[in-house]
């Protein structure tokens, strides 16, 4: 973000990030960091374990607090526009032994419609029915949560973000633990919520993929590395500044994908 915005420009970004700094016990884990987000794209966040990435989410949904920065949602504060945005939490980090079914799941994407304790009208059921549909899982709408594999559970964490209908999701992490199949069903929705203009934010790890799947990129290592198009920041050079403590990985990754010419001298 270079500061030069007026106020109707920042009304259609869909994220912004302006010098965010987030510490945990006083030791900073996201220093400084700067970017947005343009509308309709799918965007990567990349980086290694421990890099900042879910806390970057989690410090624009205001799930943890910031030292310093702002963050707008078109504009605004995330807490006036929650109702557009969906969230697809990283797996390990949700407690499975709350005694609910999957459709409770999904229905809980509904709730800032339906209110919370009011009755769900077969209206919802019907929607959430639909997007459990759409992640083939409509089969396992009675099954209690903590009984579905990991990859199933994962599924129906998209369909509670999908029937939020929101126009900006973040995913942290949705195709760690998912077989091909699933992967696929995954990438069919996002291409299908990009061509309606949503904007979504993926939180991945596999490096293979990153072209193939990411219109543009956050590169992360606690500060911002690079950010933009994917073809022209998913460099070599990028990716040692990225990932430079962790060279073993790296140099397999970019051997890999230099073999197959897939990253830019
Ligand atoms: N609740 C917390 N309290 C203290 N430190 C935390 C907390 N959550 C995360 N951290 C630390 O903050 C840093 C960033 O963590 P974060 O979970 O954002 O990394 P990440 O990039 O998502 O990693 P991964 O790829 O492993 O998911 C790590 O060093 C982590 O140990
Ligand atoms: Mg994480």
Redesign the pocket.
Not at 47 to 56: E, F, H, I, Q
């Given at each position: 973000m270079n500061g030069i915005h007026n106020v109707e420009d920042v009304n259609k970004i869909p994220v912004l990030v302006h010098d965010l700094t987030v510490a945990?016990?006083h030791?900073p884990?996201?220093w400084d960091v700067d970017f947005e987000v343009e509308e309709g794209q799918i965007v990567g966040i990349i980086?290694?374990?421990?890099?900042?990435?879910?806390?970057?989410i989690?410090a624009i949904l205001e799930l943890?607090s910031k030292t310093s920065g702002r963050v707008l949602i078109y504009g605004e504060p995330y807490r006036k526009q929650r109702s557009l945005v969906g969230y697809v939490p990283?797996r390990e980090s949700v407690d499975w032994d709350f005694p609910v079914n999957a459709l409770d799941v999904v229905l809980m994407g509904l709730y800032g419609k339906i209110g919370w304790c009011r009755p769900v009208t077969k209206n919802y059921k019907d929607l959430a029915m639909v997007a459990m549909e759409r992640v083939g899982m409509a089969d396992y709408a009675k099954r209690q949560i903590s009984q579905l594999s990991g990859g199933q559970q994962q599924r129906i964490f998209l369909a509670r973000a999908l029937v939020q209908d929101a126009k900006i999701y973040f995913m942290?992490?949705p195709f760690v633990g998912v077989d091909a199949a699933t992967e696929k069903a995954i990438v069919t929705i996002l291409h299908d919520l990009k061509s309606k203009g949503k904007t979504v934010l993926i939180?991945h790890?596999t490096l293979q993929t990153v072209k193939q799947y990411f219109d543009s990129l956050i590169m992360?290592n606690m500060r911002i590395v690079a950010t933009g198009l994917t073809s022209e920041v998913f460099t070599q050079k990028n990716l040692h500044k990225t990932y430079g403590g962790r060279l073993t990985l790296l140099e397999e990754a970019v051997q890999a994908y230099t073999r197959e010419g897939r990253i830019d001298e």
């Open positions: 945990y016990h030791k884990v996201l980086g290694p374990n421990g890099a900042g990435k879910s806390t970057l989690k943890v990283q942290d992490e939180v790890h992360l």
